[in-house]
């Protein structure tokens, strides 16, 4: 594509559901091309950045967090009609996030649990991925995203080619820097064989194992990990648990959780109940 | 620092099996001829020399619980006293506490990681208005020397060779990287239970692609030079010549090292036998348990494959070009707009053995594999492929059998005496002898073998071997006339001559990952008892295993007990048929064909054994075949009149055939049109 001056820039937004912030921050890791960036995209909503709100048309809408209210499933309706690109960026969106391990849970005994006033919360019963609601053009993986990821979106846009994401596992990022695998050499329960590559192998090369949070390769075995787990001789909640993190709610490692006897402690203790008569919100 | 002119120079596995050594390079300096010893209070000179010499040592060192190839500053970074422990799936340290550095076996990093790194910088693309330009990346080669090779990373290096340099393009940026690496190698001394260059042909020893190679004593190094560089920095190191005991010592812990590995892979014939494969419905078990992960392909010093990545700016008007390490277990691999060529994670394990050993050999000539077993330590499901390469690509019951241990008393007049240690009555007419004080060569005999059974004025009789005991054999022997008679009258204590154990053997290891349909009538069963005994004792390695049994009457049916104990375990479906029954038999009666005529199986993915009668094995030969069961999956035995057991008395010729020394086990496809033929 041939570089012509008066290029219009095109309408980059972000939105967020029920999510931390920290994959859309992670627009603002790419210091060395911020102004470059804002030659050729408009950002016309960013909630951590700036206050302006739009109501769309979006070339480009990025959508952070999972849909966990009434109101978010009806508001991920209308945003896709307002966007011509849509793209999911973090394990929220993509897969659920952390918080859809309420989705296995008792949801109303912890929402008697945690508030003084259980009436003023309106949630749902689960925390879902965008996709389960709206058509997605282009998923994102991470808890965060990976700005190299997020550039390489934003690159192809610009250019008009495919994104460039690598189906790989995490291994290959692993292998790739000469890192000692963790899992065979030190027995460390390692998720990077069945996870999606991008976060750079992070934690394996800082001696932990992954804990999936790029979410599932394409074609995960996570049977077979699990069942790997398992003659290592952890109890099948540990393996359960194992899965049950970040990207817990995706297919592959939700069938494992299922088959080792679901995530732990699906329902409140009794003790983290408020004491009558205070305010959470307060 | 090997001229390319010489390449490929580094012995790498062969087809065959063996390796294909190089000529070593005539060493001309005028230093002695070697070997010397190096003192290991000397060691650090070497590293001196090389650090003068302006190159970076790349050697072991322990880093995050493995050790690895790392820069190596002084001896202080060796691994001293410390080894390893490999096993699928598993690596783990262990201290020896001694002196030795190089007293471990290879660790997850090759030397490739330096000839051919995981990222390279490719080219520069530029656009301006409408011209396009690329600039190539030149990389300068760092100079290396790398620190205790193995002989199976030789092999690799030499084998990256062919695929990079052998052709008619090649890659310059490797050319470079090999041209300025000095190669010091290490003789293996300890393996890995994950090793098996001895299959391969690569190893333990060092045979040429080094420039010096060092065998470490307790008290230092026996010191080879295989090129002048080599030789060259010998001169400059304080070594003298290594006496006799020291060159003794060394080739008696190489020759120790081969001797614990054996042959684990086969390689005879292996090509062909995989190629056979394709459809075989063990790549899709394999794919249960594989994760697709690649990383035997990362850890794998002769895995060459990348791919190319581009980094643009936002307008896309300069991109830089990577190649980065890729692997054919990866989706993109085998992609194209519309989907992936290899999309189940079958087809690309598949691709990884088929290549690794016999399509390699249909490109450059060699096996794609060295042995070096890291394919199987670094798996992080543990699949061991020797065991893989077994099931899907068994090796053909060869025969003769080099292998096989001689049979004792192997001239026809001579049998070795063995005592009865009991007598058990099976039916009206038949007895089971349980023989001890045998041979050891009964003991580790095969199961379908036979022994000819002697007593004194009575003719020898060859008696199949219904089970092979710790010390123990059992001979199985029906009442037929007055030999049998005269043995079956024996009692314990009684002494007995055997010869043997003689004859072919049921193909147990090809039937490894398939299904086993044991079909036998009367005393048919007794040659079969053995090999259901291996059955069971590995029953993991086999699928269904299916026995079907047919006799006479109730009355008439060996091991009464045992079958019922087998039928009990529900891992083994055995059924029975009786010719005539009398009045307390509720099972079927009937042919033994009759038993699997409903039966749902599918012959296409079983071997069948069957023994029995003539008439009755050709009966159910048909309605095997008729299952889909090819002739040469199928084995039966023939029983001939024997006198010597050994193929010299010609008593049990079969057309081509000595039915005692060839048989008596043999594929239908072997026997052809001689199964069944009346008269021959």
Redesign the interface.
Known sequence: ???VAARPRLRVGIVKMASCDGCQLTLLDLED?LL??A??FEIVEFPEASSLRSAGPYDVLLVEGSVSTPDQAEEILELRRQAKLLVTIGACASYGGIQALRNWSDHDAYREAVYAHPEYIESLATATPIAEHVKVDLELHGCPISPEQLR?V??SV????RP?I????V??EC?????????????VP?L???TQSGCNALCPTF?RGCYGCFGP???A?A???A??FALGGREGVEVSRLFAGFTGWSAPFRSVIAEYGGPPGMTPPAETRPEGGSDARR | MVADERMPYAPYPSPSGTAVAATPVPVTSANGSGPWFLARANLDVLLDLLHEDDRKIIGPTVADGAIVYAEIRSVEDLPTGIGDEQSPGHYDLVDHGDRRVFDYTVGPLSPKRWTFPPVVPLNVGRRDGKAVSFEPSVLEAPRLAFLGVRACELAALGIQDRVFLGGPYTDEDYRNRRRSALVIAVNCTTASSTCFCTSMGTGPEARGGYDLVLTELDEGFVVRAGTPEGADLVAHLPVRGADAGQMFRAAEAIGKVAATMGDPVPTAGLHDRLLAQFDSPRWAKIAERCLSCANCTMVCPTCFCSSVTQRSDLDGDVSTSERVWDFCFTAGFAKVAGGSFRSRPRDRYRQWLTHKFATWVDQFGTFGCVGCGRCITWCPVGIDIRAELLQIAPPLAARPEPARPRPIASTPGSFATARIVSVRPETADVMTLTVGDVDPAFLSGEFGQFAMVAVPAFPPLPISISRFGRDTIDLTIRAAGPATASIIGLGPRDEIGLRGPLGSSWPIERAMGHDVVIVTGGIGLAPLRPLIDGLLAQRERFDAIRLYYGARTPNDQLYREELRGWAARGDIDVQLTVDRAHDDWTGPVGVVTHLFDRATWDGSRSLAFVCGPERMMEATVDALEARGLAPDRIFVTLERHMECGIGLCGHCQTGRLFVCRDGPVFSLAQLGDIFGREGI
């Open positions: 594509m041939a570089t091309e470059a960036l030659d050729r390489e934003l690159v610009a250019v008009g080619r460039q690598r189906e790989e596992a291994c290959l292998k790739r820097k000469g890192a000692v695998c963790v899992m065979v050499a030190q027995g390692c990077g064989p069945v001696g390769r394409e074609q075995n049977t077979s990990l069942r790997t």
